[in-house]
């Protein structure tokens, strides 16, 4: 029955990460890299919340757009993040930042519509926009530091571009994009009437003190659409629970489509996030600081070359110089070395020739990763030599 079907959705394909993570796992002893997801689990504390939440019956339907006690929390504590006077009616709970991402592209791409991203991208972003019949247009920055050249992006727009994403700190580089690059973004957008989605997901996890954002800019409120998700600072990937926030019609105007797809989410799920916000996420962020640091030495020690990251849990790993494609190098890396990676081509690089690895993975399996990379490049670099 598969001839019946909308066509649009045999057109996916399975996420490459999750194949490799799948593959990896029928695997005895293979040491896996590949999952961006906190090892931690969920504090006592909103675990707590959300038992008494169930033992308060909020188990009835929520309103499609979030509680409003949520929305309130979540308005506050982005409000002081950011400078911002966003109100609880621009707030939408979304089933993680995968579901609100989905719920923008539905609600603002019609068929023909361009959308730039800076290339690599993280992975869900392609096949939304392409469901929707718009066009991703990539916007290649692998040759300025990862960071935004005006001429280069101003070269992709047309009368058609609609929509931009930008993801800082990046999966998969853990780049922080800069104020030049962000300054860039904004005059292009005003210029032109562009929407800005500023996948803030890993905003909590940037190492410097002070870093520079969209989603503090007033100028650019009634373009910007922020998504953020409780998944990576709290270790909440399980609840599915995450936010949009956008100028009062724009959020009117996706929660239109929200409300459709889901719903809402989960009662008492919203009620125990209200105390993750009042969680301090400062010693995970200095835990992940001090495993990047110890990280990237042993690249150092091994001279595997890779992308400096300022946030995340990510590092993009070069291996260009081994003459094999991103796929080639990650099976080989599975099957002889037993170490899982992702290819870095699944985040539709413009050059194959990087793999990513999650330090988000328990301390053990990280530095033993890192140490199984390093036989597998050294005898790589061996047999080349030879
Ligand atoms: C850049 C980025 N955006 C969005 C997501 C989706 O996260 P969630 O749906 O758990 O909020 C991820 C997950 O890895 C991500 O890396």
């Known amino acids: 029955m598969l001839d019946r079907v909308n066509t649009e959705v045999l057109k996916f394909k399975k996420s490459g990460i999750r194949?490799?993570?799948?593959?990896?796992?029928?695997i005895p002893g293979v040491v896996s890299l590949t999952i961006g997801e906190?090892?931690?689990?969920?504090?006592?504390?909103?675990?707590?919340?959300?038992?008494?939440?169930?033992?308060?019956?909020?188990?009835?339907?929520?309103?499609?757009?979030?509680?409003?006690?949520?929305?309130?929390?979540?308005?506050?504590?982005?409000?002081?993040q950011c400078n911002m006077d966003y109100k609880a009616?621009?707030?939408?709970?979304?089933?993680?930042?995968?579901?609100?991402?989905?719920?923008?592209?539905?609600?603002?791409?019609?068929?023909?519509?361009?959308?730039?991203?800076p290339q690599p991208m993280y992975v869900t972003y392609q096949p939304m926009i392409e469901y929707c019949k718009a066009k991703l247009v990539p916007l290649d920055i692998s040759s300025s530091d990862f960071q935004i050249d005006e001429g280069a992006l101003r070269a992709l727009i047309t009368e058609k571009t609609k929509l931009m994403v930008i993801t800082s700190p990046n999966n998969p580089t853990g780049?922080?994009?800069?104020?030049?690059?962000?300054?860039?973004?904004?005059?292009?957008?005003?210029?032109?009437?562009i929407f800005v989605i500023s996948d803030d997901v890993y905003h909590q996890l940037v190492y410097a003190e002070?870093?520079?954002?969209?989603?503090?800019?007033?100028?650019?409120?009634?373009?910007?659409?922020?998504?953020?998700?409780f998944s990576k600072?709290?270790?909440?990937?399980?609840?599915?629970?995450?936010?949009?926030l956008a100028d009062a019609p724009i959020a009117a105007h996706i929660n239109m489509i929200h409300s459709?797809?889901?719903?809402?989410?989960?009662?008492?799920?919203?009620?125990?996030?209200?105390?993750?916000?009042?969680?301090?996420?400062?010693?995970?962020?200095?835990?992940?600081?001090?495993?990047?640091?110890?990280?990237?030495?042993?690249?150092?020690?091994?001279?595997?070359?890779?992308?400096?990251?300022e946030g995340a849990f990510y590092i993009f790993i070069k291996i260009g110089e081994f003459g094999m494609d991103s796929e080639t190098f990650c099976n080989k890396a599975l099957?002889?070395?037993?170490?899982a990676l992702v290819p870095g081509i699944y985040f539709n690089t413009s050059k194959d020739e990087y793999i990513r690895i999650s330090y988000a993975v328990k301390e053990n399996d990280l530095y033993e990763g890192l140490r199984r990379l390093g036989v597998m490049v050294k005898e790589l670099r061996d047999e080349k030599n030879r």
């Open 19 to 26: 194949k490799f993570a799948e593959a990896a796992s029928q």
């Open 38 to 80: 906190p090892e931690f689990n969920t504090s006592d504390l909103i675990k707590g919340a959300a038992k008494e939440a169930l033992d308060d019956n909020h188990t009835h339907y929520p309103s499609g757009q979030g509680l409003l006690s949520l929305r309130q929390a979540v308005a506050a504590f982005e409000n002081k």
């Open 89 to 117: 009616e621009e707030v939408i709970i979304t089933n993680g930042s995968t579901e609100g991402l989905a719920a923008c592209f539905l609600a603002l791409l019609n068929e023909g519509d361009e959308v730039i991203i």
């Open 175 to 193: 780049v922080v994009l800069n104020k030049k690059s962000l300054d860039v973004i904004k005059a292009v957008a005003l210029e032109h009437r």
């Open 210 to 229: 002070h870093f520079d954002k969209l989603s503090d800019d007033v100028e650019l409120r009634h373009l910007l659409i922020v998504a953020q998700s």
């Open 233 to 244: 600072p709290y270790a909440m990937t399980g609840w599915r629970i995450g936010y949009l």
């Open 260 to 309: 459709y797809l889901v719903t809402g989410i989960s009662t008492f799920t919203q009620v125990a996030s209200i105390k993750a916000l009042n969680e301090d996420t400062s010693q995970v962020r200095e835990l992940y600081r001090q495993r990047l640091i110890r990280s990237m030495q042993i690249l150092d020690d091994y001279k595997i070359d890779y992308v400096k990251p």
């Open 335 to 339: 099957h002889t070395y037993k170490i």
